[in-house]
């Protein structure tokens, strides 16, 4: 596929109004449950006060309001995405927690509207899979860092048994006639160890460091609930999984749900999310 379908798909998938609406509406679940994927990259960014930082596929409000709470009161966080729904939920987000030193702003990672050397640390949270030209982004991340600046990615990494991606998704992933592109936009683009790691490196980035962890991110809910949130937040996901026949369908549904009833404890669904951590310098 061309970059500019890619493209094309990520904002047809992610930018719509619907994706918005339901975002915001699993806010506060999604907001707990991926909470130690959050305060985990928020350490390997490592913000100190007074920082410019840019964060990337904001969605509805983190890293983006973490990490303002951590540059206060000097610093200040610009966050991006491509979706003006989402952005307006992150400001109501922001607002709702008295942070105030976040500013948001509708563009794409591959024309950054913003001039050379403005920040001190780029970060994205679970957004880097998802851009059409990963080689194209990061020249424009290098760009409006300052020199020395840091970056900061956090992507999926391999899932398996018990995993919130692997119990929920594989079971749909595994009956689709057409699988994915590997290399193109999709959440398990960068889950091959050193893969990212590698395309900074070859992007100019200096002092690229990787860290895998497995992290608990349990959902408040049955499994149900969590599949159905999935299928409600995840477009990708839940286009793909429309593509099968019924019964196929059905069949990866009830998988789905045994492999995460497993972790079901009647007010908790336990499943956790390997990550790949990938930080960097600009020399």
């Given at each position: 596929m061309e970059i500019s379908a890619f493209k094309q798909q990520v904002a047809q998938d992610w930018a719509s109004d619907d994706t918005a609406a339901a975002w915001q509406k699993y806010f506060p679940q999604m907001r707990e449950q991926m909470a130690?994927?959050?305060?985990?990259?928020?350490?390997?960014?490592q913000p100190q006060p007074g920082m410019r930082i840019l964060d990337l596929a904001s969605g509805n409000g983190e890293p983006a309001i973490t990490l303002a709470r951590r540059v206060a009161p000097t610093g200040h966080v610009t966050a991006t995405d491509l979706s003006e729904g989402m952005l307006s939920a992150l400001r109501a987000n922001?607002?709702?927690?008295?942070?105030?030193?976040?500013?948001?702003?509708?563009?794409d990672a591959h024309e950054l509207p913003f001039a050379d050397g403005t920040?001190?640390?780029?970060?994205?949270?679970?957004?880097?899979?998802?851009?059409?030209?990963?080689?194209?982004?990061?020249?424009?991340?290098?760009?409006?860092?300052?020199?020395g600046g840091r970056v900061a990615f956090l992507v999926w990494g391999p899932p398996g048994p018990g995993t919130y991606f692997g119990a929920a998704a594989l079971p749909f992933m595994r009956r689709l006639a057409i699988k994915p592109d590997p290399d193109g936009p999709g959440p398990m683009r960068f889950a091959e160890s050193r893969k990212l790691a590698t395309v900074l490196e070859g992007a100019g980035f200096a002092n690229v460091e990787e860290r895998s962890a497995n992290l608990p991110t349990a959902?408040?809910?049955?499994?149900?609930?969590?599949?159905?949130?999935?299928?409600?937040?995840?477009?990708?996901?839940?286009n793909a999984a429309a593509t099968l026949p019924d019964e196929e369908r059905t069949a990866a549904e009830q998988e789905a749900l045994n492999d995460l009833g497993?972790?079901?404890?009647?007010?908790?669904?336990?499943?956790?999310?390997?990550?790949?951590?990938?930080?960097?310098?600009?020399?």
């Open positions: 130690p994927i959050t305060n985990a990259l928020v350490e390997a960014a922001a607002e709702a927690d008295d942070v105030t030193n976040i500013e948001t702003k509708v563009c920040f001190d640390l780029v970060t994205s949270r679970l957004g880097l899979m998802f851009f059409a030209d990963t080689p194209a982004a990061l020249r424009e991340i290098e760009r409006v860092l300052r020199s959902y408040r809910g049955s499994p149900q609930e969590l599949l159905t949130s999935m299928m409600d937040l995840a477009a990708p996901f839940r497993a972790g079901y404890d009647g007010e908790l669904t336990k499943v956790t999310a390997p990550v790949i951590i990938v930080t960097g310098t600009r020399a």
